[in-house]
Structure formats: structure tokens, C-alpha cells
């Protein structure tokens, strides 16, 4: 049983995870990631965007600090820290950085582009 959870179970040490830089001002980490699931964590700058786009992952969030505006499907809502939203598969959504803001988001299956 111990040779099985060794193989499937991982911890990565944050440090360790290289960021990648999506956008000015957007970096995200690739923390974990199995067949179903992958979770991110994004580190945005004050002023920074991420335009409108879709895809067929659902994406639920958790803003750790920092705050937001987001358009989900044409609804616009200010996000803070605390805040967490889902986005299902196929909707529209984007969004602005009010200020510095660490968000993280699991998406399900993960994403590909990502990995």
C-alpha cells in the first residue's frame, strides 16, 4: 500500500513550481494537478487584465488578497479577498485588477495549456 500512495501523492514545495508569465502583469504557478483536477495559484499586478475568453473547464476561485473586477457571463461584480466565484465550462468571462491580488482557481478537467 506505501509503494502506491508514493507513487500518485506529491507534495511540490511553492519555490519549486516555475511561474509563467501569461500577461503583462500575470503570473501564474501550476501547484497540483491529477487526471480530474488542477489547481493554479495567479499573482496579478494593480492595472492588469485578463480579456474575455472561455473555456471548457469549469473554474472555481478563492481570492486570497487583493481585489477584482470580474465579468461572468455579462454580470460584472467586484471580488475581494475572502471572495470565491465558479465559472462553468463555456461562459464568457474576464477580468481587471484593482490592486495587487493573489487568486487561486482549480479547474476541472485540468487544462492542458497549463501543465
Not at 465579468?71 to 484593482?98: M, T
Given at each position: 500500500?506505501?509503494?502506491?500512495?508514493?507513487?500518485t501523492?506529491k507534495?511540490?514545495?511553492?519555490n519549486?513550481v516555475?511561474?509563467?508569465?501569461?500577461?503583462?502583469?500575470?503570473?501564474?504557478?501550476?501547484?497540483?494537478?491529477?487526471?480530474?483536477?488542477?489547481?493554479?495559484?495567479?499573482?496579478?499586478t494593480?492595472?492588469?487584465a485578463?480579456?474575455q475568453?472561455?473555456h471548457?473547464?469549469d473554474?472555481?476561485?478563492?481570492?486570497?488578497?487583493?481585489?477584482?473586477?470580474?465579468?461572468?457571463?455579462g454580470?460584472?461584480?467586484?471580488?475581494?479577498?475572502?471572495?470565491?466565484?465558479?465559472?462553468?465550462?463555456?461562459?464568457?468571462?474576464?477580468?481587471?485588477?484593482?490592486?495587487?491580488?493573489?487568486?487561486?482557481?482549480?479547474?476541472?478537467?485540468?487544462?492542458?495549456d497549463y501543465?
Amino acid at each position: 500500500m506505501t509503494e502506491m500512495i508514493e507513487q500518485t501523492a506529491k507534495v511540490v514545495p511553492w519555490n519549486e513550481v516555475e511561474p509563467v508569465t501569461m500577461l503583462p502583469g500575470v503570473v501564474r504557478r501550476t501547484l497540483g494537478s491529477t487526471d480530474k483536477l488542477m489547481i493554479v495559484e495567479f499573482r496579478l499586478t494593480a492595472g492588469a487584465a485578463v480579456p474575455q475568453h472561455e473555456h471548457p473547464h469549469d473554474q472555481v476561485g478563492y481570492v486570497v488578497s487583493g481585489a477584482a473586477t470580474m465579468n461572468i457571463d455579462g454580470v460584472e461584480v467586484v471580488c475581494r479577498a475572502g471572495d470565491s466565484y465558479q465559472i462553468p465550462g463555456g461562459v464568457r468571462h474576464s477580468v481587471r485588477f484593482l490592486t495587487d491580488t493573489v487568486l487561486i482557481d482549480a479547474f476541472s478537467p485540468p487544462r492542458e495549456d497549463y501543465a
